[in-house]
């Protein structure tokens, strides 16, 4: 039996880490990726939204970029089948809605996403609305426009003005 240098030995540790690397890579590009909603479901997506955190002096959540915040977490961070169940609760919420969704504002919504919240429309449907309710509200608090001018974030806090005279 031939005893294998240390050189040897590193040579194919690498290798076996670099296939297996190319490997997990080539797999991931494989698997879909995207979260593409249909235009209505678009629309049905910003109107729920809107409806959670509503225009008023202050932007609202549409206005802030919220829905983008929420498809990229539901993209990135749940899990296809919590992905697929969302869509199918999302594509319902017409269904839903006594008159037309489209025109949907005020008290009636109001009204509407509370039924949503305590499980009159199913428990799927409650669900779906703890998901983006939540989405929602960490994507607005976390939006910049909320966290410099009603939070008083500051990016590096600690301010340096070199022009203060030094005292003896």
Same mark, same amino acid.
């Given at each position: 039996?031939?005893? !294998? ?24 590009? !494989? ?91 199913? !428990? ?18 976390? !939006? ?25």
């Amino acid at each position: 039996m031939k005893m !294998s240098s240390r050189r040897d030995w590193i040579k194919g540790m690498t290798l076996a880490a670099l296939g297996t690397v190319a490997f997990y890579d080539l797999s991931a590009k !494989s698997k879909p990726a995207s979260f593409a909603l249909s235009i209505a479901e678009e629309d049905v997506l910003n109107r729920w939204i809107g409806g959670i955190i509503p225009e008023s002096s202050i932007p609202g959540a549409v206005s802030l970029g919220v829905p983008t915040f929420v498809k990229t977490m539901l993209k990135d961070c749940y899990e296809p089948k919590a992905q697929e169940s969302f869509r199918a609760v999302l594509g319902q919420i017409p269904s839903y809605f006594k008159g037309d969704f489209n025109q949907a504002n005020g008290p009636s919504l109001e009204a509407f996403l509370f039924e949503l919240e305590h499980g009159k429309h199913g !428990s799927e449907a409650q669900k779906a609305m703890a998901t983006l309710k939540g989405l929602t509200i960490q994507g607005y608090v976390t !939006s910049e426009y909320v966290m410099v001018n009603h939070l008083n974030y500051q990016m590096a806090p600690g301010f340096w003005n070199p022009c203060v005279p030094v005292k003896k």
